[in-house]
């Protein structure tokens, strides 16, 4: 038996030992993605409680973690190599945070529950932050490229694909969510709101006096309806006006898509954290904005270590990509729990009313934070602001 744990002792110790600092983001990603299977196993036993107790150590393993590395602003920090290294302890204490969250009172896991609504809420808000800075980063970066033609050429049939997969979809909905017989009207409400947006996104971006393009906009456009689908069939089974009412494979298929798009967010915001916007960056990074150097003339003179004066910048905020962990523990709880921490048990996930709302606010987030990205310069120009 000893032999065993020695062996097994060995192989954690090996395969911590390899992870190196381009590969660190991963593992903390994969610590993300275990969470999530954990999550859904022990729901199967112990409902909505045991999600929220594995949210609650999975949210304070990476909010310890983001308050650690406040500050860390070039890799001569010690904090820099806790961030990179230490897996072996990392991962034990990961586990112990999880296990440990077991054994906590039920009032403590109640208030942990009503906290993560604002938390996911949040990074909802972050997400769509996210995709609004890839798109824009995506457009710009090879609109610069305009002496290949093909860029252009992939740029526009990615546009075509994108805004007639978005109102085939709502074509779909329209069969799927208002059948005839019912009174549907909050559904097509939904519906025809979310197209309304979509030719808006279009018709602004294309407007003289704004510097738009119709990538950009025919990116949201997918999402926002992607949004309202996940909203619509969020609603009650009992529901008439939810034709999937008796569908357990489109209410897999839709928790299946919600985990996709968290994890998909995760992955970016980890892979890219701080490397693409201003906001995001840390001070000293060089994607911040800033032109001068990390050290004084004062500082050369005084003789420091050489090692110190040639101290590089981190890359990415090492707080805010350990945030959005943190932020995306408590989504996960939520989407699992369909926004809510009630004990009680559910043969759905992520089905109900709170969960239908949640969307379709964070649709018209979407919506009117992409406006803003479009039309802020002109407001801001009139009101001498650039």
């Known amino acids: 038996m000893s032999c065993c744990a020695s062996l ?84 034990t204490i990961w586990l112990l945070f999880i296990v440990l969250m077991f054994f906590m009172p039920d009032m403590v896991v109640t208030i942990y529950g009503v906290l993560s609504k604002f938390g996911a809420g949040l990074f909802l808000f972050v997400q769509v932050i996210l995709l609004l800075d890839a798109t824009h980063s995506w457009n710009d970066s090879w609109v610069a490229k305009d002496e290949h033609k093909w860029y252009i050429v992939t740029l526009l049939v990615i546009t075509v694909i994108c805004y007639i997969a978005a109102f085939t979809i709502s074509g779909l909905l329209f069969i799927w969510f208002n059948p005839s017989g019912h009174d549907c009207g909050l559904n097509v409400f939904f519906i025809v709101m979310t197209m309304v947006l979509a030719f808006s996104f279009g018709i602004i971006a294309l407007h003289p006096q704004v510097n738009g393009s119709l990538l950009p906009a025919s990116v949201v456009s997918v999402y926002c309806v992607y949004i309202c689908n996940t909203a619509v069939s969020c609603e009650p089974r009992n529901y008439e006006c939810n034709t999937l009412h008796n569908s357990t494979a489109a209410s897999t298929i839709t928790l299946a898509l919600g985990m ?62 350990h945030l959005i962990f943190a932020l995306a523990s408590m989504y996960s709880a939520m989407l699992l729990s369909g926004w809510t921490n009630s004990s009680e048990s559910s043969d759905y996930i992520d089905v109900g009313w709170t969960s239908v709302w949640v969307r379709i606010c964070t649709l018209w987030v979407t919506a009117g934070l992409y406006v803003w990205t479009l039309v802020s310069p002109l407001i801001m120009t009139d009101f001498g602001v650039f």
């Not at 990476?62 to 010690?78: H, R």
């Not at 270590?305 to 990415?316: C, F, I, L, N």
Request: hydrophobic share 40%; proline share 3%; aromatic share 12%.
């Open 8 to 91: 097994t002792c060995g192989l954690c110790t090996s395969v911590t030992s390899t992870i190196s600092k381009r590969s660190a983001r991963i593992a903390y990603c994969g610590l993300f993605g275990i969470s999530l299977i954990v999550s859904l196993v022990l729901r199967e036993w112990y409902q909505i409680e045991a999600v929220l107790r594995v949210s609650l150590g999975n949210f304070l393993f990476f909010a310890i973690l983001a308050f650690v590395m406040i500050g860390v602003n070039d890799q001569n920090d010690q904090r820099d190599s806790w961030h990179y290294g230490g897996w072996a302890a990392k991962a």
């Open 260 to 321: 996709l798009t968290t994890v998909l967010s995760v992955l970016y915001s980890a892979l890219h954290a701080g490397s693409s916007t201003t906001f995001l960056s840390p001070p000293s990074s060089p994607k911040s904005g800033g032109k001068k150097s990390l050290l004084s003339d004062k500082d050369m003179e005084d003789g420091k270590d050489e090692k110190e004066k040639e101290a590089k910048p981190v890359s990415y905020s090492y707080t805010f990509f």
